[in-house]
């Protein structure tokens, strides 16, 4: 019955989507972020509806009067050396062709149509049904996660969809510390009380499904959220004091076993997942040291990289001819596409962080702009904390939500380089006069 709902509602959108690309733009993001499909046991299991979706929506667009220019800034022109050098870097892999060209197809499909959406998607209207596609798409299982921690007192470990990027329960935590700030924003925007007390149990929920997935990672990170949202509020102290309050009630929930797995973020030396982590980044780190510039290009998980690279240190007894994902966004990177590929990507984030300050300063006296962009600005940056800290413990370097938190950034300049433009060309029309008869005439330039 799943199976059939889920192809009856995608196939049925197919021929809006041909029509209104926009409504492409929404609906691969769903697919993309929620993955339904994975979440069916029959024949839809393996349809490819993202690649569906994809197509038809590029289809529409090359006949659509919604397509805009690309916008055009610092962020959009390091995302796209970005791609460039790791698509320079796959020439040079050490893992076999079928596969770099396999993890190359996976990417470039996400950035394609994120770049789509930054030519569909605009105003605040626009804006704001990417972001709730977004968050809910992935919140879902925050909620849902949450609620499961609430009824098994902390007991039961939260996943995320089977066979995604976030099945994992690190990978899914990290994703729901990012949608936080969203989901905050969203609640702020809001005029309808059901809809801002919505918001309020959804975050809630959402920062137990956190604690529920037994993340260390993601505790470090909902504590950095938590710390960098108290300085972004109007009133720092007293928000600290509330959200440290409840992350203190929150964390009081959980079990001793809980408790205990934490504990082990102070000794991980003997623990045994840690130790995994820093012999991989050692391997991840040699490579990058005899690879400067191209690293290993995608697919560093492989035995030729770890028989070359890995450390021979007695600390690491156990380890031979074991092969770990890079376990770090970083350590990834660099791994992966050398010390140019880690520099693109850190500058990506750091452009992104900077036309959010930009902007923030640029819209907070506007009429328009000025009550939702600058709140948005804030969030959006809190969720690059997030993702900075908690990505620095797992293999997120290609995870889709980063790149919409991007994109946000990059639509909303967008829209607001469009409205000055246009503000600009009314303000450049001549005034009128009335004249006898009820016309009208100009008042040409310098006329006192």
């Known amino acids: 019955m799943r199976d059939i709902l889920l192809s009856l509602i995608v196939f049925g959108l197919l021929p809006f989507i041909l029509r209104s690309p926009l409504l492409g733009a929404y609906v691969f993001a769903w697919l993309s972020m929620m993955s339904p499909q994975k979440s069916v046991y029959g024949f839809a299991r393996t349809l490819p509806f993202a690649y569906m979706v994809a197509l ?105 969809p089977s066979g995604g990027m976030i099945e994992g329960n690190n990978e899914l935590a990290v994703a729901l510390i990012m949608l936080l700030p969203l989901m905050f924003y969203l609640h702020q925007t809001a005029t309808r009380k059901v809809v801002r007390l919505g918001l309020i149990l959804s975050m809630v929920s959402t920062s137990f499904a956190v604690l529920g997935s037994q993340s260390r990672g993601a505790l470090v990170g909902l504590c950095a959220i938590a710390f960098y949202l108290a300085i972004k509020s109007r009133h720092p102290i007293r928000m600290g004091v509330l959200l440290s309050v409840l992350l203190f009630a929150g964390i009081s929930f959980m079990p001793d076993s809980w408790t205990g797995r934490m504990d082990t973020i102070q000794n991980y030396d003997g623990e045994s997942s840690a130790v995994s982590r820093i012999y991989t980044w050692k391997t991840m780190w040699a490579a990058a040291l005899d690879r400067p510039w191209v690293g290993t290009g995608f697919g560093a998980d492989n035995p030729l990289v770890f028989l070359r690279y890995a450390p021979r240190d007695a600390d690491f007894t156990g380890f031979e001819g074991v092969v770990f994902v890079a376990h770090s966004i970083y350590f990834q990177v660099v791994g992966e596409h050398g010390f140019p590929g880690l520099a693109l990507f850190v500058l990506l984030g750091a452009a992104t962080w900077r036309t959010a300050s930009k902007l923030t300063r640029q819209t907070r006296n506007d009429e328009e702009f000025g009550s939702w962009v600058p709140v948005l600005m804030s969030m959006l940056q809190v969720s690059l904390v997030g993702y900075a800290v908690g990505g620095a413990f797992l293999s997120l370097a290609y995870f889709d939500l980063p790149y919409y938190i991007v994109s946000f950034v990059v639509l909303v300049d967008a829209s607001v380089r469009e409205r000055q433009r246009a503000r600009g060309s009314d303000a450049r029309v001549a005034p009128t006069v009335a004249l006898p008869g009820g016309s009208a005439a100009a008042i040409p330039e310098g006329s006192p």
């Open 56 to 160: 038809v929506t590029l289809t529409g667009l090359l006949f659509s009067r919604q397509r805009r220019p690309l916008p055009i800034n610092s962020v959009t022109v390091t995302l796209f050396l970005l791609l460039l050098w790791m698509t320079v870097t796959s020439f040079f892999a050490l893992n076999t062709q079928a596969i770099v060209l396999d993890r190359w197809i996976f990417v470039m499909k996400i950035q394609v149509m994120i770049f789509v959406t930054l030519m569909l998607v605009r105003g605040r209207q626009q804006v704001d049904i990417l972001i709730w596609v977004v968050t809910f798409s992935v919140g879902f299982y925050g909620i849902k996660g949450g609620v499961w921690t609430l009824i098994t007192g902390g007991t039961g470990r939260v996943w995320g």
